[in-house]
Each structure stands twice: as C-alpha cells, then as structure tokens.
C-alpha cells in the first residue's frame, strides 16, 4: 500500500498562488493514477485535478480549469498542483488520492489511497 503525504499549504491573498506536493511512499507512483481533492467546511468533498500513471492525460474541475496545473515526476515518486490566481471560494483541505493501475478518475471512490491532507486558505 502506498502512503501519501501532501505539504505546501498556507495562507494566501486572492490572486496569489500556491504549489502543493503530494509525497509517496511505499510504493512506486508510476504505479497510480493520481488525484486532488479538496473540502471545504461544511461542504462535501470534492473532485480538482486528476493524472495519468504516465502523467499524459489531466483532467480538471471546471472550477479551476485554466488556474490550475496538476503533474507528476515518478522518479520522485511526487505529484503537484500549481494552483494560480486563486479565489476565496478555493479555501479547503486538499488531499491527494491514489487508484493503482487507474485512469484518472474525476470521482473519488475508486482511489484506495489517501493522504491526511493539507490546508489552503484564501484571504480576500
């Protein structure tokens, strides 16, 4: 089983930005297709941005198409979210999730896998 520790979060200003890492070990990540998830207070959890095992194929929220950039470097058994020009409404716990030998899926119950997650606050 993989364990995933993700880091990087913090406070910033609307408009600013922020990269999160997503840290694996246990297992190779050239292994798992690998997501992010977010949730805010009170609110369910939910898709942001997902990768191929190869890192090919990306898939986004249409809230955060355009603002933000998912990818991966398996020789550093690492996965990233750039996340620019961000919104008040972007304030969550994000979590990174990994689905072995998956497609990227933009929901999360096929991901075994999860990180304690990391937070993001938006100041406006």
């Known amino acids: 089983q993989v364990q995933l520790a993700e880091s990087g979060g913090g406070l910033v200003q609307a408009g600013g930005s922020l990269s999160l890492s997503c840290a694996a070990s246990g297992r190779t990540l050239s292994n798992y297709a690998m997501g992010w998830f977010r949730q805010a207070p009170g609110k369910e959890r939910e898709f942001v941005a997902s990768i191929s095992l190869s890192g090919g194929n990306t898939r986004y929220a249409d809230s955060v198409k355009g603002r933000f950039t998912i990818s991966r470097d398996n020789g550093k058994n690492t996965v990233y979210l750039r996340m620019n020009s961000l919104k008040p409404e972007d304030t969550a716990v994000y979590y990174c999730?990994?689905?072995?030998w998956g497609a990227g899926a933009v929901v999360a119950a096929p991901y075994e896998n999860w990180g304690q997650g990391t937070q993001v606050t938006v100041s406006s």
């Open positions: 999730a990994a689905d072995r």
